[in-house]
């Protein structure tokens, strides 16, 4: 946690099949700083995690994050596990995540911030998949 000097936020997701649930996160945690870093979750995490494969590939999520205007950095997140260790690694002053995760990442509030953002309601990977899948 620095306390002079850019502020950095850092937050984390999967950003499969981006929507704009995934943008409005990424706009109100940049908001919150002067730095974005971005953990966008590995492939084989999320095999581990949800038990099957994005739609689109570590590298394609990676790209897609890149691009967008507010974000500062971007880096894979091989583990859930290793969140300290990015915090500390990017010198994060704010964690960002959305409500599904409220209460889940309070222990880091000894190192950095610790906000949780309303998700955006009725949007969601899985629905637009399902939605894709009905031809509907
Ligand atoms: N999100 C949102 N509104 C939605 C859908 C998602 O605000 N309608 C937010 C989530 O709350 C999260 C971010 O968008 O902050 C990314 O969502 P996911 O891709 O579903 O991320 P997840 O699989 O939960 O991965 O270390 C944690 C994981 O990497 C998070």
């Not at 995690?49 to 091989?78: C, D, M, N, W, Y």
């Not at 629905?127 to 894709?132: F, G, P, R, Y």
Request: charged share 30%; glycine share 8%.
């Amino acid at each position: 946690m620095s306390t002079d000097g850019p502020r950095t936020v850092i937050t984390f997701g999967t950003f499969d099949v981006f929507h704009v649930g995934h943008l409005r996160v990424i706009e109100r945690a940049a908001a919150l700083g002067d730095r974005l870093v971005v953990g966008v979750s590995a492939d084989e995490l999320n095999l581990r995690k949800k038990g099957r494969e994005p739609v689109f590939s570590q590298r394609e999520r990676l790209e897609i994050v890149a691009a967008l205007k507010p974000v500062t950095e971007v880096f894979v997140e091989e583990s859930l596990e290793l969140k300290r260790h990015y915090i500390e690694h990017y010198g994060a002053d704010v964690l960002v995540m959305g409500d599904d995760w409220a209460g889940k990442f309070d222990e880091f509030g000894d190192i950095c911030e610790v906000v949780y953002l309303t998700r955006t309601p009725a949007i969601s990977t899985t629905a637009l998949i399902e939605k894709i899948s009905a031809g509907s």
